[in-house]
């Protein structure tokens, strides 16, 4: 996470963790944004907040479906919050839109 | 009043009430709005036992028409005004009007009992009204009996009135939204049609391009070119005062004339005379047309120009601009307007004609672009070939604020059609580099006029290739290169990146199936779902492989 506008923060909101993602998600440090994700699964719900994301490409996504797969597999909620159009425009060529849950906010999120 | 007098109100009201739920009913359910309020004012002569009943609308003069009648005398179409007579007193007071003894009422109309032979006796009228006042009023005349009209038939023609009104209101409203939709269809239609006037783009090295972007639905300005019998080019570039419709009728009147006279190939001051001395005698209320003509000889390279009214043509060279002012006023105004013409030899220069919405682009709240910005924003682009020039000053004009029609035409002999290269990097084959790489790319297809989701698309792409050289030809993040070219040939974008590592077969890259919902290999289907083609082949010296990308652009028929 050499660039300073990259960021991977986590917050335990009880019951479900938030991971709010910022930056340009590349093969440079995609791999901390998998430990994040993956270290946030056990704990009831993860979201991942992804407003702040300019742009991701395929390890940055692989790193989303395997974060939703885990939880899925420990029947856990798994939602990306509030994702970019940068974001979503490459979940669409993936064809993943339909697969992860949206959210517009934490909140919805939360409740779902 | 006795029992017997009580028990028969209390049955003529019951009468009254089943009647109204009836005709309301009646009128609710309506889809034929002329045959139910026939129907009712008939039911409503009968109920009210009058001879002739009728319903009277107030149309957008301000008039009130008669336009449903039932009785012995048709007065259907009869015009009144509001305040004339009982009708027009009703709807003037929005207030029921008894006419007891018509023969001693000053309010009662004569005329039409003279000029019929009908004895009107006496009269009853209730408004029809909506939220917003008065929209008509209905109108019973005599009892069958030869009885007056009381105080109790008025007020059971007032309550008959409301559903009527009501029923009326909502046919009027949806024939708004009707007429609404058919407006908006034959804008639509007027629109398609104005812009398959405008001539196809022509292929290969043609050297004359033109653009149109409407500022609403339908455009006073047009463009043509065609080709003369001579061998010669001709072109039109025009611009109608006024907007809306009756511009864009117009529009089309001129741009057939243009192009009708200007097939015989005049001289391009007598082919805009000729215009104009047509258009002066036909055009009225102050209308004109501001045009350009000329003809472009390919061979010798010679243009000749006439301008009526149009804003000056530039001419540009390495750098210098300069600008051919009008040779007359604007079409149809003066009619005995001398149009004069230049010549000149375009060579390599770039012949700009263009409307004054370029120029009349808003740059901020109320400041405009203006001919200076507009030869900034050419001087900008200069270094593309001519088409891809014009769609990025056309792309930086969209970026501000179009106010009036726009359009620009383009007279330049293409550079030849050799590739010119847009990007040019080599960089070590890590992850890091990757941020400034997509930067470069992205910078670099923006200068192309590349609408965002696409370029995002194709810097995606770009950028799984170059990981894919990181992990998968070298094994992992090294300090060997990578070298990564794009050009552009007409509207093919050709990308290549060239590696060190060791020969990949090709045979083992496929593309992965999206319909599976797994973490890895999505970059190869991103590239596949984003480039026309992609080939992966050993370099020609043996020395690292090659990958070549292609994707086609669409610029556009006419914007």
Redesign the interface.
């Given at each position: 996470m050499?660039?300073p506008e990259n960021a991977c923060v986590s917050e335990d909101l009880g019951g479900y963790t938030l991971v709010r993602v910022r930056g340009?998600v590349?093969?440079?440090w995609s791999q901390q944004v998998r430990d994040a994700i993956l270290a946030a699964l056990g704990r009831g719900g993860v979201g991942v907040e992804l407003a702040q994301v300019t742009?991701i490409?395929?390890?940055g996504?692989?790193?989303l479906?395997?974060g939703f797969?885990r939880a899925r597999s420990k029947g856990e909620r798994f939602g990306l919050i509030a994702a970019s159009k940068?974001v979503l425009?490459?979940l669409q060529?993936?064809?993943?839109d339909k697969?992860f849950p949206l959210f517009a906010d934490t909140d919805s999120a939360r409740n779902a | 009043m006795n029992a017997v007098a009580l028990a028969a109100a209390g049955d003529s009201e019951r009468r009254a009430l089943r009647f109204l739920a009836e005709l309301s009913q009646a009128l609710a359910e309506s889809l034929d709005l002329r045959a139910t309020l026939n129907m009712a004012v008939t039911r409503i002569a009968d109920f009210m036992q009058a001879e002739a009943a009728s319903l009277f609308l107030l149309d957008h003069a301000g008039l009130i028409e008669c336009r449903i009648c039932v009785g012995p005398v048709d007065i259907t179409g009869l015009k009144l005004a509001v305040g004339q007579g009982v009708v027009g007193r009703c709807v003037a007071d929005n207030a029921t009007q008894i006419v007891r003894d018509a023969s001693r009422d000053a309010r009662v109309n004569i005329r039409v009992d003279a000029e019929t032979g009908f004895a009107t006796r006496s009269i009853l009228c209730a408004p029809l009204s909506n939220a917003r006042g008065p929209i008509g009023a209905l109108e019973v005349i005599n009892r069958r009996d030869g009885s007056l009209f009381d105080e109790d038939d008025a007020e059971i023609l007032r309550l008959v009135a409301a559903p009527a009104a009501l029923a009326i209101g909502n046919a009027q409203l949806a024939h708004g939204l009707v007429e609404q939709q058919r407006i908006k269809r034959e804008l639509e239609l007027a629109r398609r049609m104005q812009k398959s006037m405008l001539p196809r783009r022509r292929r290969g090295d043609f050297p004359i391009r033109g653009v149109n972007l409407p500022a609403h639905e339908i455009s006073g300005d047009f463009y043509d070119f065609f080709d003369l019998a001579d061998g010669r080019l001709a072109f039109v570039i025009g611009d109608v005062s006024g907007k809306g419709l009756d511009a864009a009728f117009l529009m089309v009147r001129v741009a057939s004339m243009l192009r009708w006279i200007g097939a015989r190939a005049p001289a391009p001051g007598a082919w805009l005379g000729e215009v104009n001395a047509e258009l002066c005698r036909t055009l009225q209320d102050g209308r004109f047309v501001c045009a350009a003509v000329g003809q472009y000889d390919r061979a010798s390279g010679e243009v000749r120009l006439a301008s009526a009214g149009f804003p000056p043509a530039l001419l540009h060279d390495a750098g210098e601009f300069e600008e051919l002012p009008a040779d007359g006023p604007p079409l149809g105004i003066l009619a005995e307007a001398d149009y004069g013409e230049r010549e000149f030899v375009l060579g390599a220069r770039a012949l700009y004609l263009f409307s004054d919405g370029a120029t009349d682009v808003r740059t901020g709240a109320t400041d405009r672009l203006g001919e200076a910005g507009l030869r900034g924003l050419i001087a900008r682009h200069a270094a593309l070939a001519p088409e891809p020039r014009l769609r990025a000053v056309i792309g930086d004009l969209k970026r501000l604020r179009l106010v009036d029609d726009t359009t620009l035409l383009l007279v330049q002999e293409p550079c030849g059609a050799q590739a010119h290269g847009l990007l040019d990097l080599d960089f070590p084959a890590q992850a890091t580099q990757m941020r400034s790489v997509r930067a470069a790319l992205r910078h670099a297809l923006d200068a192309q006029g590349i609408a965002p989701e696409l370029r995002d698309q194709l810097v995606l792409a770009v950028d799984e290739a170059c990981t894919n050289v990181i992990r998968h030809a070298y094994g992992g993040e090294c300090t060997r290169r990578i070298a990564l070219h794009v050009a552009r040939e007409r509207d093919m974008l050709a990308f290549e990146l060239r590696d060190q590592a060791p020969a990949i077969d090709p045979g083992c890259l496929k593309p992965r199936d999206l319909s599976e919902c797994k973490p890895g290999g999505l970059g190869l289907p991103f590239i596949a779902a984003t480039m026309d083609d992609w080939k992966l082949e050993p370099a020609a010296d043996g020395r690292g492989n090659i990958l070549r990308m292609h994707k086609r652009i669409d610029i556009g028929e006419h914007e």
């Open positions: 050499s660039d340009e590349d093969l440079s742009y490409d395929s390890s996504i692989a790193a479906v395997e797969q940068q425009a490459v060529l993936a064809r993943l697969v | -």
